[in-house]
Structure formats: structure tokens, C-alpha cells
């Protein structure tokens, strides 16, 4: 039985210490996988792949976090900002996350 209580405290403090940017953020969960003490992937977003238009313009908006502080915005439209695009041809996305204390969330998008 204290075996199962510390594992739901250790499981609790883990949710307690996610953000909007830890784990692949609210938008991104169901298309990258969750890792266990580190997480390093990107995955792209090909069902927003819009074939009239050149991917010949990128554009990387980030948000960072450190246990309960995140910053930054990695929104589409950042990143859209940040490399000039008016038209979007597809968006990737790119997490780094150790173990919900130190997370990254890269939004990345291809366009004209």
C-alpha cells in the first residue's frame, strides 16, 4: 500500500509540474509521443500540407519553460511572423522535455 502512495504522490507531482509547453503542449500530444525522463522529437503536421503554395520561406517561433515558468510564444502565427510567410504549405513541430522540468516547444512553418 505505501508502495502505491508514493507512486500516485510521484505520478501527481509530475501533472502538478506540466505546462503548455512540457510533454508536446495541448496541440502537438496526439501527434508526437510522450517519453519517459527525455523527450527529443518533432513531428510534422501533414494533414496541413497545401500544395499551391512553395515551402520556400521557414519560420521557428519557441517557448520555453522551467518547472512552473514557461515563456515565449510558439504559436503559428509567430512563426509565420518571424520567416515572412503569408500562405503556410505545412507546419512540423519540435518538443525537448527533461522529465517536465526543462521543456521546449518549436513550432516550425513552410511557406511563401
Not at 19 to 28: D, N
Not at 64 to 89: F, Q, R
Request: net charge neutral.
Amino acid at each position: 500500500m505505501r508502495k502505491l502512495m508514493v507512486a500516485a504522490a510521484i505520478a501527481a507531482l509530475g501533472l502538478a509540474l506540466t505546462g503548455c509547453v512540457s510533454a508536446g503542449g495541448p496541440s502537438i500530444t496526439s501527434a508526437i509521443g510522450i517519453g519517459g525522463v527525455i523527450d527529443d522529437n518533432g513531428s510534422p503536421a501533414s494533414f496541413n500540407v497545401d500544395n499551391s503554395v512553395k515551402p520556400i520561406k521557414c519560420g521557428e517561433a519557441t517557448s520555453k519553460g522551467i518547472v512552473l515558468y514557461v515563456s515565449g510564444d510558439s504559436s503559428i502565427k509567430a512563426a509565420m511572423d518571424a520567416g515572412g510567410i503569408t500562405k503556410i504549405h505545412h507546419i512540423d513541430y519540435r518538443v525537448f522535455n527533461i522529465f517536465n522540468l526543462y521543456s521546449k516547444a518549436t513550432t516550425i512553418v513552410w511557406g511563401e
